[in-house]
């Protein structure tokens, strides 16, 4: 029999105690597909007496994780997470000591992963990511190898399971925020600051990594024009469903015209009898447009033990077999400098909501500003009658410049009679 392949798993929680699992509930089949056998011989996390849901007792503890950069494995996985610190010196000093690894910290790749790439590259060891980016979908792959002939011209994606799991949760009981959020974090669903899931940047750190591969450019997260989900009410999701819409925490990175890239991560109207409104709960999805293979949806679950550790153990199996491959599909090096766009110039179909005093005029005011920003108005929904009070209009545009529509909702927040400044949501028909 060959030799085992030798693991070192740093952090235990959610994904790393998930991939202790897989790997022993599994190990016949993963011994057979891997054609050796898989044995995890040190694992390490903060708390050493910390009580888990795995059986640790054949492993070698290691008390502080850098220190797993020089023990005796073939593989590191790192699945402690942060962009800096500890995660990031373990890589670092692994790749830098010719070490296999394997992440999921989508945080660590999106702020460093061009650094980590020309490691891996100088030091001619793997670094796998599957977990990284949609969970459970082998997005990374399928970009990497799966379309690797096509001249990509889109990538979209519903990429953070947390906030697809909220969207769908208030729609669909009416619960409020904080409450389906902390049910996302028990089910090991969020990251351990929320924060990076409610406000689009963990779903942004994973579309800069999808850009990077799709388009063959330097990874660039500090050019995603990032919205969160917090400002979105359960009227807003109301409204989108009598449109026939639903909202999305929807990312986008497109080629325009003139070349330059653009990359979004926003809530965004979605027909909701299209395929990717469709998407709810956990599940994420990756909307890929190429040349060649023209469209292709994947679906499938992005957060929470299970679907994490399966992406995990398939690079692991990739290691195995001898399959991987550079960073992003070419070596570091070759990687190209974007032309970057701002999302001011997307022409699209827009959603806004305003709350105005139910007063004769303010709708000729309202009118008057986007005529005066060239916007045209597709429909338009007055909720009830209530002379004097505060009622909601809401509103979707005909095809109209970003910027344009921004510009107007400023100017129609300084009217009188306008209570707040308008939810303006972008709307994307697939
Ligand atoms: P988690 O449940 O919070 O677990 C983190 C683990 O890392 C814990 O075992 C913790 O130790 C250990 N740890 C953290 N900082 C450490 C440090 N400085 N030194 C030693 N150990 C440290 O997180 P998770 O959900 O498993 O996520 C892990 C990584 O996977 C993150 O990069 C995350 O973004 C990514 N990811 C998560 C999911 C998901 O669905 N949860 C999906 C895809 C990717 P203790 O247990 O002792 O506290
Ligand atoms: N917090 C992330 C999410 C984990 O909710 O999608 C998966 O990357």
């Known amino acids: 029999m060959t030799a085992p392949l030798r693991i070192g798993i740093a952090g235990l929680g ?17 011994t057979a597909r891997a054609g050796r056998p898989v044995e995890v011989t040190c694992v390490s996390a903060r708390d050493k007496a910390k009580k888990r849901d795995v059986d640790l007792s ?26 800096e610190g500890t995660a990031r010196n373990l890589v670092e000093a692994s790749l830098k000591s010719g070490k296999a690894v394997i992440t999921a910290n989508k945080a660590l790749l999106a702020e460093h992963g061009l650094a980590l790439a020309a490691l891996a590259d100088a030091a001619k060891v793997p670094l796998m990511y599957e977990a990284a980016v949609a969970g ?23 990429l953070n399971g947390t906030c697809n799991y909220i969207l769908t949760t208030m729609r669909e009981t009416g619960r409020g925020f904080d409450d389906v959020l902390a049910e996302a974090q028990a089910k090991g669903y969020a990251e351990a600051d929320p924060a990076f899931d409610v406000d689009g940047i963990d779903a942004a750190h994973k579309l800069s990594i999808l850009t990077a591969l799709a388009f063959g450019v330097k990874p660039a997260f500090g050019k995603v024009a990032i919205q969160g989900i917090r400002h979105i009410t359960a009227d807003d999701m109301e409204h989108a469903r009598d449109l026939g819409y639903r909202i999305k925490l929807l990312g986008m990175a497109r080629r325009m ?18 395929p990717i409104g469709a998407v709810d709960g956990v599940f994420n999805a990756v909307f890929v447009e190429g040349d060649f293979v023209h469209t292709s949806l994947l679906v499938g679950r992005g957060a929470g033990e299970g679907p994490t550790a399966s992406a995990v153990l398939s690079d692991i199996i990739d290691i195995a077999r001898g ?9 570091a090096d070759t990687l190209k400098d974007a032309k970057w766009g ?13 709350k105005v005093i139910d007063k004769t005029g303010v709708l000729a005011d309202v009118a008057a500003i986007l005529r005066d920003h060239n ?15 505060p009622v909601p209009i809401v509103m979707t545009t005909h095809e109209t410049r970003y910027s344009d529509v921004l510009a107007a909702c400023e100017k129609i927040s300084g009217l009188k009679l306008v209570q707040a400044k308008p939810t303006v949501l972008r709307i994307e028909q697939f």
Do not use: C
């Open 375 to 389: 916007i045209s108005v597709e429909a338009m929904i007055q909720r009830g009658r209530n002379p004097d009070q």
């Open 14 to 30: 959610t994904v790393g105690a998930g991939v202790v699992k897989m790997l022993q509930q599994n190990a016949e089949l993963i």
């Open 136 to 158: 459970g979908i082998p997005i990374i792959k399928a970009l990497r190898e799966g379309f690797a002939g096509n001249n990509i011209g889109a990538v979209y994606g519903i």
């Open 342 to 354: 701002g999302a001011a110039d997307i022409h699209s179909h827009f959603y806004m909501h305003l």
């Open 58 to 83: 054949h492993y070698q503890w290691i008390d502080a994780p850098e220190a797993m950069a020089s023990a005796d494995v073939d593989i590191v996985v790192e699945l402690m997470g942060g962009s």
């Open 323 to 331: 399959k991987t491959a550079p960073v992003y599909g070419v070596p």
């Open 257 to 274: 015209k003139d070349g330059a890239i653009v990359q979004t991560m926003e809530p965004t109207l979605v027909p909701q009898d299209s």
